[in-house]
Nanobody
């Protein structure tokens, strides 16, 4: 029933910008804890940014100051604004929703299929 559909990925040169969108159906973004994750070939999946149900945000050190996570409540969509992109940002980006805690580790119930971001030198 719940679906997350990412869009907005593409190929850009270093220093460029992209805005990723995650359109949600089957639940309400405004009341959901959500996050953006990425995975590059040969690397583990990493958390990029999160936003809680009350709007509190966190960022990975590698993207802090360059990326901004936000909710568009009217559109029921999660966004990730990415500026000053670097080649090391190249990865498949996924959105996730409904955070739970298993011990001290976060777990997300719902995941999108991903959108590819490629940053060239």
């Amino acid at each position: 029933q719940v679906q997350l559909v990412e869009s907005g990925g593409g190929s850009v040169q270093a220093g460029g910008s992209l805005r990723l969108s995650c359109a949600a159906s089957g639940y309400t973004v405004s009341s959901s804890s959500m996050g953006w994750f990425r995975q590059a070939p040969g690397k583990a999946r990493e958390e990029v940014a999160t936003i809680g149900s009350a709007g509190t945000t966190t960022y990975a050190d590698s993207v802090k100051g360059r990326f901004t996570i936000s909710k568009g409540n009217a559109a029921n969509t999660l966004y990730l604004e990415m500026n000053s992109l670097k080649p090391e940002d190249t990865a498949m980006y996924y959105c996730a929703a409904e955070r739970r805690w298993i011990g001290n580790k976060p777990w997300y119930r719902y995941w999108g299929q991903g959108t590819q971001v490629t940053v060239s030198s």
